[in-house]
């Protein structure tokens, strides 16, 4: 066993000098079956399943930095599967089935904790729209449950109740929410990847797509040209620079997201909590920091930095929720950046190039897709057609008036 | 971010709502544009890496539409300009 108490005790006696790495670093070969640009989350998981699942061989993943260095290591790692609408939510909870077995398929501690989410409700039009929203999951084989104000005390009695503005008048929960170690997501799906055979490839920037007579030959990258008889895009908040090499221009902006770690306290919030009328949430990470955050910054960036506007407007959010935290001191905060789509909701599709796929448009909340995007874009990209719960994540949705606008905000991405 | 108004001066982007790419000010014509034109407007944006001219309101303060451009790597803002003024140049009445 690679992994054992006795190995722990035994390798801090000898200075931690026998561990190995967890993945070979292959030098990329001439030519590919599947490249995929990525190593985020949805890379490394749609690798991992192209060869596990759909029998693949001959993969790679061209990552230009190190695996889990994008938004899959700097998220809030929320895991839920809380939609309304048809085109998401049989896609989420197919995610979140995903998420309850994963630890077991990979064989990896990604410490899925489905500790449960709450979103607060604080008038009558809230709890009606919760509630139906509650009910489209349960007919989706998801679960709901509607908490009242006084169950909602019952978690957390020093929530402020009687906020002027947002009194608390109870909660949408769904008990089967979490959080999750995003790190370990991304070491497991690459260790697995790696084991079956994929070889992935860092530091390795695409800087050009080679395209002829309508199909994909291969990429140029920064360790030199890769041929390819399939290439899909996994790249998050740099879809827009990636699909330019294929003279696309995307429903996307990019926006910085920023999310924030507070020292360690004592146990305070066992599950999530959202907060939207004061656009903040929160959890409590194993360690005791409270994680936290609330909107984009709202401009297009590619700076993986905020502002300082949005720290104090979630401060104030976190203060107006939970005034027991005033004396709390900040740890750290960052941003990552969030492919926003014009509707909010993701794309995974072909595209007009022959053998290039792409998959993009999460928003910040791409995170709890990882499994089910990875699965998705794996059957795409061996079996050329939409997996079953995928279907509605096409690029020609604009044209055709089929958006999936969970938030019903139209074509402006810094609202959704 | 401090935008440089035109006719205010330095003002604290908080006081500004952001609409995106400024290329929305060259609105296809509705009457002769085809559909597939119109999607691209509406839908689709270069979203740069680097410079980046794009639409602000200032709603806390004069109501004013600016061109703003920022480069958005950085954040750093090199140009400010009345929207009124930009699409004047571009040809168009108002
Ligand atoms: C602060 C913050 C909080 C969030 N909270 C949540 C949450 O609570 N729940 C949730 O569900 N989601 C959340 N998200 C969103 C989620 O993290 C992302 O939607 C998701 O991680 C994106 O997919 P990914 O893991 O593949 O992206 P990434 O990890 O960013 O992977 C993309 C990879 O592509 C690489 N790349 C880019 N360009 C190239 C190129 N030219 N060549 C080669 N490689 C390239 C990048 O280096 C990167 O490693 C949050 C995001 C942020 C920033």
């Not at chain 1, 009695?157 to 370990?184: E, Y």
Request: proline share 4%; charged share 25%; hydrophobic share 40%.
């Amino acid at each position: 066993m690679r992994y054992s108490g006795f190995r722990v005790i035994a390798e801090a006696l000898t200075g931690h000098k026998g561990w190995k790495p967890v993945w070979r670093d292959p030098d990329p070969q001439p030519e590919y079956d599947y490249i995929i640009i990525g190593g985020g989350g949805h890379g490394l998981a749609t690798a991992y399943y192209l060869a596990k699942e759909f029998g693949q061989a001959r993969i790679a993943v061209l990552e230009k930095g190190y695996l889990g260095g994008g938004n899959v290591g700097r998220n809030t790692t929320i895991i839920r599967s809380n939609y309304l609408l048809d085109g998401n939510e049989p896609f989420y909870e197919f995610s979140l089935k995903l998420w309850e077995g994963l630890e077991q398929d990979f064989n990896y501690n990604a410490m899925v904790s489905q500790r449960g989410i709450i979103n607060l409700i604080h008038t009558d039009a809230q709890r009606d729209a919760a509630t139906r929203r509650g009910n489209a999951m349960i007919m989706h084989g998801a679960d709901a449950r509607l908490l009242s104000r006084d169950e909602v005390r019952q978690m957390y009695p020093w929530l402020n109740f009687d906020n002027a503005r947002f009194p608390i008048k109870g909660a949408l929960m769904q008990p089967r929410g979490g959080t999750v170690r995003d790190d370990a997501v991304a070491w497991g799906y690459a260790r697995g990847a790696d084991q079956r055979g994929v070889d992935l490839i860092q530091n390795c920037e695409v800087t050009g797509m080679r395209i002829e007579n309508g199909r994909i030959k291969g990429v140029e990258t920064t360790r030199g040209y890769i041929g390819a008889k399939k290439v899909g895009v996994a790249v998050a908040g740099s879809s827009s620079k990636v699909m330019a090499h294929a003279g696309m221009r995307l429903p996307i902006e990019s926006h910085v997201l920023q999310a924030f770690v507070s020292e360690g306290l004592k146990p305070l919030i066992d599950g999530v909590m959202t907060f939207g009328a004061g656009h903040f949430y929160v959890s409590q990470s194993d360690k005791g920091g409270l994680v936290f955050g609330g909107d984009i910054d709202g401009y297009n960036s590619y700076a993986q930095r905020g502002n300082l506007p949005v720290i104090e407007d979630v401060a104030e959010g976190g203060m107006a929720l939970m005034p027991a935290i005033g004396r709390v001191r900040l740890l750290r905060t960052w941003g990552g950046i969030m492919d926003m789509s014009m509707d909010g909701s993701p794309i995974i599709d072909k595209t007009h190039v022959e053998g290039l796929y792409f998959n993009g448009g999460w928003c910040y909340g791409g995170f709890k897709a990882t499994p089910a995007s990875g699965w998705a874009f794996a059957h795409l990209l061996a079996k050329d057609e939409s997996h079953i719960t995928a279907k509605a994540y096409r690029f020609d949705r604009f044209l055709k008036g089929l958006m999936i606008d969970e938030k019903g905000q139209g074509a402006q991405p810094n609202l959704h | 971010m401090i935008i440089h108004h035109p006719i205010l001066g330095p003002r604290d982007a908080q006081e500004f709502v952001y609409l995106g790419d400024a290329s929305l000010i060259d609105r296809p014509d509705g009457m002769t544009a085809g559909v597939e034109v119109f999607h691209d407007y509406l839908y689709n944006r270069t979203n740069p890496a680097g410079e980046h001219q794009e639409l602000w309101y200032h709603e806390q303060g004069d109501r004013s539409w600016l061109v703003v451009t920022r480069n958005t790597v950085t954040h750093e803002i090199t140009k400010v300009e009345l929207a009124r003024d930009v699409a004047r140049s571009r040809g168009r009445t108002k």
